[in-house]
């Protein structure tokens, strides 16, 4: 059984930074890439960042560009998405996934293997 657990969330203040974990189970981890998207209260799942199954490839949503970092530790089946610089308009529900093709990530939800259950993150202004 596949499991992708988040993990990290929680109430901060505006500029402030927190860090999400996803740890996963039930898969050849190391195959797989992970992204983090996130959904707002009213607005639909948007994508955040991708990390390739080696973590040599990172690619990230134009909002979040230089104030977010995704990376991984295959030792431990877990991935991460360090956040700074946090924004009111970061307040959401974090999910994490995985899927085998590092592009399809980027795409959106439809085509992506596994999801998460998600994380909530609140800013607070």
């Known amino acids: 059984q596949v499991q992708l657990v988040e993990s990290g969330g929680g109430l901060v203040q505006t500029g402030g930074s927190l860090r999400l974990s996803c740890a996963v189970s039930?898969?050849?981890?190391?195959?797989?890439?992970m992204g983090w998207f996130r959904q707002a209260p009213g607005k639909e799942r948007e994508f955040v960042a991708v990390?390739?199954?080696?973590?040599?490839?990172?690619y990230y949503a134009d909002s979040v560009k230089g104030r977010f970092g995704i990376s991984r530790d295959n030792a431990k089946n877990t991935v991460y998405l360090q956040m700074s610089s946090l924004k009111p308009e970061g307040t959401a529900v974090y999910y994490c996934?995985?899927?085998?093709?590092?592009?399809?990530?980027?795409?959106?939800?439809?085509?992506?293997?596994?999801w998460g259950k998600g994380a909530l993150v609140t800013v607070s202004s």
């Open positions: 996934a995985a899927d085998l093709d590092y592009g399809e990530i980027p795409k959106g939800k439809s085509g992506i293997d596994y």
């Open positions: 990390i390739s199954w080696s973590g040599g490839a990172v």
């Open positions: 039930g898969l050849t981890f190391s195959v797989y890439s």
